[in-house]
């Protein structure tokens, strides 16, 4: 049983560029949320996909967009890369919304230089 | 304040010994809790839920305490592999996370041989 996967595992980047982080649920799953964890921070709530749609959004600019594609899989873009940027980004894969706990993927370590 | 709040710690604690901390919330509306576990550079893993009753899971008991909007995780005999972060969440369906899930920062906790 395949649990979340995530690419790249790591990934540097200069500022101004884009980059796009990419997930696969746990299988069984269709719902993907994505978080971006600074070193020393917990994991804050980038965007939730369910159904190929944007469920929620937290509290990030739209530099940040998504996919979710159907076989569930989704990916995460992010633009204009800041230094500010640089940080764990998670995806984490629930049976449905509403439906907690979340199964998180490995992460990709993102450094914007 | 803080929606989800830990102390960070670190928590520096000799093996076989018991050690136990923390968590506050915010929102008295919150429904659901989780202790989850973070390896150095690694994605959280569920640890266990916290039910109203409170549970217990071989060496590890949680406990939910309403009046007081706080929950705590026990860890007796605690092992060298024990040595993590434990993160506190909090789903009450308002926290803008996904499903509502709100993350603390963590707790840091270091067995010491």
């Known amino acids: 049983d395949a649990g979340v996967t995530q690419s790249p595992t790591h990934l540097i980047k200069t500022r101004g560029q884009q980059v796009t982080l990419r997930c696969s649920p746990k299988s069984g799953h269709d719902t993907v949320s994505w978080y971006q964890q600074a070193l020393g921070q917990g994991p804050q709530f980038i965007f939730q996909y369910y159904e190929e749609e944007e469920?929620?959004?937290g509290n990030f600019p739209d530099r940040f967009s998504g996919h979710q594609f159907p076989n569930y899989s989704s990916e995460l873009n992010v633009n204009a890369l800041l230094l500010g940027d640089s940080a764990l980004y998670l995806c984490a894969s629930s049976l449905e919304p509403g439906n907690s706990p979340l199964h998180f993927g490995n992460g990709t370590r993102l450094t914007v230089t | 304040r803080k929606e989800v709040?830990?102390?960070?710690?670190?928590?520096?604690?000799?093996e076989g010994a018991t050690v136990a901390f923390n968590c506050t919330?915010?929102?008295?509306a919150s429904q659901s809790f989780f202790w989850?576990?973070?390896?150095?550079?690694?994605?959280?893993?569920l640890l266990m839920s916290v039910y109203s009753s409170g549970n217990e899971d071989g060496r590890f008991t949680a406990q939910l305490n309403r009046a007081s909007q706080y929950i705590s995780l026990?860890?007796?005999?605690?092992?060298?592999?024990?040595?993590?972060?434990?993160?506190?969440?909090?789903?009450?369906?308002t926290g803008g996370g996904a499903d509502g899930l709100t993350f603390g920062k963590g707790t840091h906790l270091i067995i010491q041989p």
Request: proline share 9%; hydrophobic share 20%; with cysteine.
């Open chain 2, 5 to 14: 709040e830990q102390d960070p710690g670190p928590f520096n604690v000799p």
């Open chain 2, 36 to 45: 989850y576990r973070q390896d150095c550079r690694k994605e959280p893993k």
């Open chain 2, 74 to 93: 026990l860890i007796r005999d605690s092992k060298l592999s024990d040595s993590a972060t434990y993160l506190c969440v909090v789903n009450d369906g």
């Open chain 1, 55 to 57: 469920r929620q959004r």
């Open chain 2, 25 to 28: 919330y915010s929102n008295s």
